[in-house]
């Protein structure tokens, strides 16, 4: 069964980063791209707003005059007779008030191009100019007119007598057009609100201005309107986007770039830092997985400062204290290995020794009172008695680890293994040195034949380290409320991995030894309360010493 692929703690990492810093900065690379657009629109739509303002306030100012102008013809007293006098014909006025009539069309036609004067019934009584349709059909050519009508009241009743139809000249009401309030490229349009003519020439189709955008040249407009009452105009201003945002679209290009590089930038940062993090997590989770497959030797390196370092220290010390764990486990089970065959080795050594003791008790009994070799069979049955004595005291101690503690001189166990010993360093070509040890009693609550056995062990061990010409010596002396028994050789010494293993049970460096001696000797120092350390340089020597309360 295939194990299902996931993401890894980096690829989770750098997700997080894109999708909580990345994303969003696109999202607002966009967002700001929009909003640069609405924002440049909304600011043309707001200065053609203020520029349309400003150009009827203009048209409402020039319309009262053009206004005023227009009340002097609907006043005038040769219109009004005209009107009173409806039978009459226009040609029937008398020549001075047609004088009157075309001064006042003269002094007004800059602004005025023709006016009607309408009875009650709608009939045109006379007009200015006498010839209306050639003149006005010029005049609309080079300049437009607006068409305005306005009532006639006699003076003296205010009775309506009829009505005065003028054509107002365009351009004595709007102000001059460039940049229309100071909005570049922009154009006016002027609409008839009643038939939706247009009352300007315009490069631009004027069905267009009705709309409040449009596209013209493939480039978008906006336009703004307001509706006149008096002089009735629509007016209509209109004006290309593409000046306003322009500006603001390049300062969000710019920040976009600006958002992409922070982006990338932070990105490829985030990168970097996970890759160091996640190292430091893939080593871990390695040593996670080599530690569980038995090595416990894994180590991860520890980075201060930070939660990934904690965890590593974490995990070093775990390590270290389930290594520390399982060689006391297995040193446990090494001495429980050792208690067994201890009982095995007490009853193998003991019973040939009874044996050889009922034989040497016969001897004895058959010699003479006078014979030498009684002496000789009394030394061998009293080293037997020894022998069995030690061997069961200090067995007894490596199975159980309890003793029997007896106010002694530790002198004496120590003199009694030196003497043992001697042969055996004799045997290497070595000697010892016993310069160092106090003639004082030495005061120790212990198991004297145990204590000769730790001895004894330390001692062999010394003189199977020891070469032809080598040297042991045995320092002893006082430290605060103990005694440190130092055993000290000249031989090849000890290297520090077989250091740390030199008191295992079963142990051993040499192909004859049995692992047991330092094994043994280190519980008997247990049982005692004390310890036995171990110092070697190779190629120099060992020191052993020995740690013991005092009584």
Known sequence: MKTPRTLSLRSKFLLIVLVGAVLPLALLGLWLTRTAERSGEELLRRRLDTALGHIVDEVGLRWLSQRSELLRLAECPAAQAALRAVATSPASLDERALLD???????????IQSAAVADASGEVRWRLPPSE??????????????????GIYENASGERLGSLEARVVMSGLLPAGAGWGGVSGSVLAVFDPTTGASLLPLSIDPALFAAESFVWGNEPWLTVRQLLQEPPMALVLAAPV??????????????LWILAIVAVGGLGLAAILTRRTTRA?????????????????????????????????????MTESLRATLRELSLRQSLAAVGEFAASLAHEVRNPL????????????????????????????????????????????????????????????????????????????????????????????????ALEQL????????????????????????????????????????????????????????????????????????????????ESTPGIGTTMTVRLPLA
Request: charged share 30%; net charge negative; hydrophobic share 40%.
């Open 101 to 111: 009539l075309q001064a006042l069309h003269v002094e007004m036609r800059n602004t």
């Open 133 to 150: 349709d050639a003149t006005s059909e010029g005049s609309q050519l080079g300049n437009p007119a607006l068409r305005v009508q306005l």
């Open 242 to 255: 593409s000046p306003f945002t322009e500006p603001f679209q390049e300062a969000a290009r710019r920040n």
């Open 281 to 317: 997590l893939v080593r871990l989770a390695a040593a996670a997985e080599a530690v569980s497959r038995g090595d416990l030797d894994r180590q991860v390196d520890e980075r201060p400062g930070d939660e990934v370092g904690r965890v590593a220290r974490a995990f070093n010390s």
């Open 354 to 449: 009874t044996s050889i003791r009922v034989d040497l008790q016969r001897v004895e009994e058959k010699l003479p009172e006078e014979s030498e070799a009684r002496d000789l069979m009394t030394r061998a049955l009293g080293e037997i008695e020894r022998v069995d004595r030690s061997v069961t005291g200090a067995l007894r101690v490596a199975r159980s680890g309890k003793i029997t503690l007896d106010r002694l001189d530790l002198r004496k166990p120590l003199e009694a293994a030196l003497h043992t010993a001697e042969p055996e360093l004799k045997s290497h070509g070595a000697q010892i040195d016993c310069s160092e040890m106090s003639d004082d009693p030495i005061a120790v609550r212990g198991d004297a034949t």
């Open 455 to 534: 001895f004894l062990n330390l001692l062999l061990n010394a003189a199977q380290a020891l070469q032809e010409g080598g040297q042991a010596s045995v320092l002893v002396e006082r430290a605060e409320r103990n005694v440190l028994i130092s055993i000290r050789d000249t031989g090849s010494g000890i290297g520090k991995e077989e250091l740390e293993k030199v008191f295992e049970p079963f142990y051993s460096t040499r192909p004859d030894g049995t692992g047991l001696g330092l094994a043994i000797a280190r519980q008997i120092a247990v049982a005692h309360g004390g310890e036995i350390t171990v």
